[in-house]
């Protein structure tokens, strides 16, 4: 049973980044939808995260009672900072991508998050490369390939790609909406590449929100009271910017209908449940490994859209999805070979004891060792008083909520 446990407990962040996908490729989908009825995306990313915000501040209010720490000033500007990047930039130009594109397209464009995320980390000193390892020549050869293939999908759109079963459906005349569908997701040269480059903008922005992620649960280790508050505070700055941007009162007005099917299962589902899980996951793993399973939403998407949208898939569409995959299967190897590293030196620096008259006494030079750390202040007790959660993988192990 122990074997079947530890098995699982490693199993855990697989399990829970495969389920997120199916979550967010059904919410591309109801999304497109609720887009071509005419629902502001501006509007939808206000109701979106009212739901989430409703949904999960009972739990964060009952369950982390005891254990939330003090809001600080600090703590406040990067939950406004965590909003803006989130549920206001990032939801906002993805929306408007989408509606320019489809989902498929969208979402194998948005593979590129893993190399902006490395990136980034790069900069921001949370990742360390040496190209004289195999590991990091990898990262870095997926971080330019995966580049490749998102110019690829902007700049080459290509030939029709004939699916058949979108054939045989089409043929049978299923779905009355399909021809108004399949029209509002073909979209013109230009369009194409706004498209692209909004989606593409609103995944620098949810790169960089990883990065102050990981950092943000040093300060505040409350994920059900950080995803709350970043949530309410996306909603409030998100109303601002819808004013701001639909001039006519009746943009806000929504039904019992696809629209408020796509808020609810947006804000409930994809926010703020996604957001907590993948919070726990990116505390555990890092925000590398949260980012690189987004290959299985683009194959769940382009197979829901040829059935429920009739979406087309064009060829440069096909080929830049390939090139970003393999790069973000390189970058993931890359990162998996370094946790491995991490974890043999890990398990070398360990204290080595011995049995002397009964009692243990541990090697000199790590007592030395172990009473200078608590010297400086380096005792665990201490730093969990204190607020700070250390990080176990360069400083990229501890994370938020969103």
């Known amino acids: 049973m122990g074997c079947y446990g530890d098995f699982f407990e490693k199993a855990k962040p697989y399990i829970a980044m495969t389920s997120l996908q199916f979550g967010y490729a059904g919410m591309n989908v109801i999304t497109k939808v609720s887009l071509n009825h005419g629902m502001s995306h501006y509007v939808l990313v206000v109701y979106r995260h009212a739901f989430a915000t409703i949904s999960i501040a009972p739990f964060a209010l009952i369950l982390e009672r005891k254990v939330r720490p003090k809001m600080t000033w600090s703590v406040f500007l990067q939950i406004f900072v965590l909003a803006l990047l989130g549920p206001v930039i990032d939801q906002n130009f993805y929306y408007a991508g989408l509606k320019f594109t489809g989902p498929t397209f969208a979402c194998a464009m948005s593979n590129i998050l893993p190399a902006m995320t490395f990136v980034m980390a790069l900069i921001f000193r949370m990742e360390k490369v040496d190209l004289k390892k195999v590991r990091c020549q990898a990262k870095v050869a997926g971080t330019l390939v995966t580049v490749a293939g998102a110019m690829m999908m902007t700049l080459y ?24 569908v399949a029209a509002a997701i073909d979209p013109s040269g230009r369009e194409w590449f706004l498209g692209s480059l909004f989606v593409i903008i609103a995944t620098l922005a949810w790169a960089s929100l990883f990065i102050l992620q990981a950092h943000t649960l040093k300060q505040y280790a409350a994920p059900l009271s950080l995803t709350t508050l970043i ?8 109303i601002v910017v819808t004013f701001a941007m639909e001039h006519r009162p009746s943009v806000w007005t929504i039904g019992f209908d696809m629209n408020l099917l796509a808020a609810a299962y947006a804000g409930i589902v994809t926010s703020s449940i996604a957001y907590y899980v993948q919070g726990l996951v990116i505390q555990k793993t890092g925000p590398v490994f949260a980012s690189a399973f987004s290959p299985l939403m683009m194959i769940i998407v382009a197979v829901m859209g040829s059935f429920i949208l009739a979406e087309k898939i064009f060829l440069g569409g096909v080929l830049g999805a390939v090139l970003i995959v393999i790069g973000l299967y390189s970058v993931l190897w890359g990162k998996h070979k ?3 590293e ?7 620096e360990l204290p080595v004891a011995s049995k002397t008259n009964g009692g243990m006494i541990y090697d000199d030079d790590v007592f030395i060792k172990e009473i200078a750390a608590a010297a400086v202040g380096d005792d665990s007790e201490c730093s969990k008083a204190s607020g700070v959660v250390k990080s176990s993988s360069h400083g990229h192990g501890a994370a938020g909520a969103v």
């Open 157 to 180: 759109k290509g030939p029709l790609m004939k699916m058949a079963w979108t054939s045989q459906g089409h043929a049978h005349g299923h779905g009355a909406e399909a021809p108004a």
């Open 338 to 340: 370094e946790t491995q």
């Open 231 to 238: 949530c309410f505070v996306g909603t409030l700055q998100a």
């Open 342 to 348: 991490k974890e043999e030196e890990e398990a070398m």
